[in-house]
């Protein structure tokens, strides 16, 4: 029976992502988890890939997950999870399995956009009945805030730092979002957890939707976002509001808007309170300011159109 | 009833793994695998196996893919050959470390570069400290042999380690021999049902796979899975009386000609076995008497007993289809390892043969043998390590 | 404690126990404590549902105590608490005070 999404109804769960992580004080990744955890009313099994969710939920004998969790390398969590789904609807056709089980993988930026890629493709191609989960904290957090394709323009990371020459990183973003939803795959989403209503119901939506699916999250970092511990969720609410990270999901093909903010805030208020963009806000790299927020109006209106095409 | 085919050896192994017919088989191209894989393909399309292939986008995942449908809880298959099996590296120590028994027909090829498609051991040899159990195949008929005992070793309660079946790229995989073959229910019977070790899928005990280690237990861990390896060989020797009780083939850690009485002898893996064979023959006509050694299984290796074999004679030349460079070759290095704690032991010379699928003939092996000869009446050893038969 | 010997150890290191992180408490990780003022309380579950570290107690779908043993002390609970009439029902203080 599904629980209703109401914090009330859902406090009555049980936490299968526990505490006793190891994650830093404020992240946003155990924030996300916890809410695809709760919004699932199926028995689920997850796999992770390398980074900082993985080595900080399952580390030196103790695990932070209630459910069954594999972790194997870092850019092959579709990949591993794809073999375990693989193997579950084989015992089932061979009538040793008789439970219905839902399948998680959960990916950093760096896991999913980068050096998993590959791996992501094939097994969304493939068809496997299964979630992808990119939770996307903008780097390479668990080696030192490393910039990878995710990482947004302008961000100071540790090799792309700000310096006199180069303010940082030059290159836009990835947008990876929309490159699963060209896999033509039946459902793509992103998703915030500071609209921690609307994430779940797209969670929702995902486990009753049968194939491939992936969402992205944003995840916020103090640690490589330079921000304070206790900003996951009003930065991430920030970033939505701002339509840097818009809310929305493409449902066999069509585009839905999920949250349009009441009044779009200028994409500064994101900026600003992440010590990562600091040096943005000298005069000589105004023009960094500027093309950020082109490109976060041009992505927006994109999407309004994508929309309106339905 | 056994079945009499003449089949390439990548067929052979095919049958095999058809007869066997596991829950989850990991799929992708490379040269000369390929067809074996395809074969199998064909067994799922037709509805002779009812096995789920993963039919994956690069041999990385489908040993990722592989070890997750292990861990989730059965029987789980793959092959590959070559840069296939380079680039699944990382995830051969990972399938070892979770201790989870995947059964992989290695067709063993060159590396590149340069880019070559041929038979050689470069890249089997390349993996041969990954905790994989190594099982090595001089013909088809081995291979089949090896590949059938091979779920009963890796899956054996005690093991639970992943095992390769080497077996020689075009020379075996794509030659026609003639080949036994058992009954499907035979084989059905001999490796039995899958029996499950601590399964992923099951949810009233949920676990979790891979944690990071810290120093304080990582090396407990590895002491941990040296201690399981220690187990193989009592467990192969096994399996292997029981495949002899079904099949009247019998098969040891390594497989013994002429060798007892032996002055020189050579130590060969695979196919090249075969040609030496009768290029022994030919010199114990002229009353040399020389004798061989092939290893079967290479990991573990089976040192002491390797060493009690060659320990009476004069001079031995291991023979290496792959090069460590800067090193001696793999085999070699093994054999000097073995026999260093002997009491007596041979002169040891190492040559480097037939790489990128260069053909062993019989005046290769005569060169060696007639070399050996001189080394065992006292001529001074030039060069530890040569190439056989290189061009200058 | 004595530590453990090869012997002692999963076969694959394998975690047989889902969830036995929370054996592993990370209070002490804590700069800032988090004061609850029940009074300002009006049960969102808000503090619950934005904790990165499962500390904020729910019983029968009402807030209780922070749970002291794992709460790290980040703060989002307090900023995300709505409160009373601009009153806020969670208090960062610093730790020692
Ligand atoms: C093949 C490989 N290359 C590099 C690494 C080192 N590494 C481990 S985690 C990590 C970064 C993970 O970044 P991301 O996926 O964004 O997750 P995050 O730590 O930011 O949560 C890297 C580079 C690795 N484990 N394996
Ligand atoms: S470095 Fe960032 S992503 Fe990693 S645990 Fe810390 S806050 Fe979370
Ligand atoms: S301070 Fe942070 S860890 Fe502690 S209860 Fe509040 S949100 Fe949770
Ligand atoms: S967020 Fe504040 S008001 Fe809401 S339940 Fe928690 S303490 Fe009470
Ligand atoms: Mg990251």
């Known amino acids: 029976m599904a629980t209703g999404l109401k914090l009330k109804e859902l406090s009555k769960k049980e936490d299968l992502f526990t505490h006793g992580h190891r994650m830093c004080s404020g992240c946003g990744a155990p924030i996300v988890v916890k809410m695809i955890l709760l919004a699932t009313d199926y028995p689920v099994v997850a796999s992770n890939a390398t980074g900082c969710l993985e080595v900080s939920s399952c580390i030196a004998e103790y695990t932070a997950w209630k459910i069954p969790w594999i972790h194997t390398a870092f850019e092959n969590a579709a990949a591993t999870i794809s073999g375990v789904e693989t193997m579950y609807r084989s015992l089932k056709k061979r009538g040793k399995m008789d ?212 | 009833m056994t079945q009499v085919v003449a089949v390439t050896g990548n067929e052979a192994v095919a049958n095999a793994l058809r007869q066997i017919n596991p829950d989850v088989c990991g799929i992708y191209p490379i040269t000369p695998q390929t067809d074996m894989m395809q074969r199998f393909a064909s067994y799922v399309s037709d509805g002779k196996v009812d096995t789920e292939a993963i039919l994956v986008e690069s041999e990385h995942s489908s040993m990722s893919a592989c070890i997750g449908a292990a861990a989730a809880g059965g029987r789980v298959v793959t092959a590959t050959s070559s840069q296939g099996l380079a680039l699944m590296w990382e995830m051969l120590h990972i399938a070892s470390g979770d201790r989870l028994p995947i059964i992989m027909p290695v067709v063993n090829r060159a590396l590149s570069a340069p880019l070559n498609i041929h038979g050689d051991h470069s890249d089997a040899m390349g993996a041969r400290d990954t905790g994989w159990i190594q099982l090595w195949s001089e013909n088809g008929q081995e291979a089949y042999d090896n590949t059938i005992q091979a779920f009963r070793i890796g899956e054996h309660m005690d093991i639970r380690l992943p095992v390769m079946i080497c077996l020689d790229g075009f020379i075996i995989s794509h030659s026609i021999e003639r080949i036994e ?212 | 404690m004595k530590q453990k010997g090869w012997k002692d150890l999963a076969p694959g290191s394998v975690i047989l126990e889902g969830g036995n992180a929370v054996n592993f408490k990370t209070g002490s990780w804590r700069a800032f404590r988090p004061v609850w003022i029940e009074e300002n309380c009006i049960q969102c579950l808000f503090c619950w549902i934005y904790c990165p570290d499962m500390a904020v107690k729910v019983k029968d779908s009402k807030r209780n105590e922070f749970d002291y043993d794992f709460c790290k002390g980040c703060g989002i609970c307090a900023l995300e608490c709505p409160g009373k009439k601009g009153k806020k029902a969670i208090e960062m203080i610093e730790e020692g005070k």
């Open chain 1, 99 to 310: 439970k219905d089980i839902k399948f998680i993988s959960f990916g950093g930026d760096g896991g999913t956009y980068d050096i998993g890629l590959q791996s992501l493709s094939g097994a969304m191609e493939r068809g496997h009945d299964m979630i992808y989960v990119c939770y996307d904290n903008g780097a390479y957090m668990n080696t030192g805030i490393q910039r990878s394709s995710a990482t947004p323009l302008g961000a100071d990371t540790t090799t792309c730092p700000a310096g006199i020459a180069i303010p940082g990183k030059i290159r836009p973003r990835k947008n990876l979002t929309k490159i699963m939803a060209a896999h033509n795959i039946p459902y793509v989403a992103q998703a915030s957890p500071s609209n921690w209503m609307d994430l779940m119901k797209k969670v929702r939506k995902a486990h009753e939707i049968t194939g491939p699916k992936f969402i992205n999250i944003l995840s916020p970092c103090n640690r490589g976002w330079r921000s304070k511990t206790n900003d996951a969720i009003s930065l991430s609410k920030i970033g939505v509001n701002t339509c840097y990270w818009p809310l929305y999901e493409i449902e066999n093909g069509v585009t839905k808007i999920t949250f349009k903010p009441k009044e779009k805030k200028p994409v500064v208020d994101f900026l600003k309170p992440q010590g990562r963009f600091k040096h943005l806000f000298a005069p000589e790299n105004e023009w960094l300011l500027t093309k950020m927020q082109e490109e976060v109006d041009t992505e927006w209106e994109k999407l309004l159109k994508e929309e309106q095409c339905v």
């Open chain 2, 181 to 392: 073959y058992l009954e499907d229910a035979e084989v059905q019977n001999f490796v039995g049902p899958y029996k499950n070790f601590l399964p992923l899928l099951d949810l009233d005990k949920p676990k979790s796979y891979g944690p990071l280690i810290l120093p304080d237990l990582y090396h407990e861990y590895k002491k941990a899975q040296h201690e399981v390896m220690a187990k193989v060989t009592d467990v192969v020797l096994d399996v292997a009386k029981d495949f002899e009780k079904m099949s009247g083939r019998s098969y040891g850690l390594f497989e013994t000609y002429k060798l007892d009485d032996a002055d020189i002898a050579i130590v060969i893996l695979n196919s090249a076995a075969g040609t030496t064979k009768d290029v022994i023959d030919e010199f114990r006509a002229k009353g040399v008497k020389a004798g061989l050694l092939k290893p079967r299984l290479f990991r573990p290796f089976p040192y002491r007993k390797i060493a009690d074999a060659l320990q009476h004679t004069k001079a031995v030349c291991v023979m290496d289809r792959a090069d460590s460079f800067g090193g001696y070759g793999p085999l070699f290095m093994e054999i000097v390892s073995a026999l260093y704690h002997a009491k007596d032991k041979p002169l040891l010379m190492n040559k480097i043969y037939g790489l990128g699928g260069r053909d062993y003939l019989p005046e290769h092996a005569e060169t060696v043998f007639s070399e050996l000869i001189e080394l065992a009446n006292g001529s001074p050893l030039k060069n530890v390590k040569e190439y056989l038969g290189a061009r200058e």
